[in-house]
């Protein structure tokens, strides 16, 4: 329970940084780095497809209720990814930093896809939003660069918290 609580306390930590005035600011070419995301699926990668899922959502409503768009959009996308990285990180012998940058990598990539398909029955018809002008791609790496870095500090902050 409290290797579960370090993740809840990063992910409020990234919803308050991507809402603030800073975070516009980190981007290049109107793109920035998915903090949420990533925390939410070093947390399902760690944890199982349980704790990536409920996580997902919690966090996933969150941002659309901080975001004042459509109710859900997020929420479910969010699901989905903690769920299916949850059911990867059970199957993988391993949980080395490399695996987790090309799963974010690919996770990106198909959250994109994911909203992109909701916003286009929803919101607007054909709408491609997150593919336009490379964007999704630019974001793909960007995640994958600070993957590493997330992934180090949340995994020493856990193995303090467990002893």
């Not at 944890?47 to 459509?70: C, H």
């Not at 919101?123 to 960007?142: I, N, S, T």
């Amino acid at each position: 329970m409290k290797r579960f609580v370090v993740f809840v306390i990063f992910v409020a930590l990234a919803v308050f940084f991507q809402s603030t005035a800073l975070y516009d600011k980190i981007g290049i070419r109107d793109t920035a780095p998915d903090f949420v995301l990533i925390i939410v699926c070093i947390a399902a990668f760690l944890t199982g497809p349980v704790g990536g899922e409920v996580l997902g959502f919690v966090t996933g409503f969150v941002v659309d209720v901080l975001s004042g768009g459509l109710l859900g959009l997020f929420a479910f996308t969010y699901t989905l990814v903690g769920y299916g990285v949850g059911l990867l990180g059970k199957r993988v012998y391993g949980k080395s930093v490399l695996i987790t940058i090309t799963l974010l990598f690919a996770v990106t990539i198909i959250k994109a896809a994911i909203l992109t398909m909701l916003a286009a029955i929803f919101l607007k018809p054909g709408y491609f939003g997150y593919f336009m002008r490379g964007r999704v791609f630019l974001e793909a790496v960007m995640n994958g660069v600070i993957t590493p870095v997330l992934f180090v500090i949340i995994t020493r902050i856990q193995m303090r918290v467990a002893e």
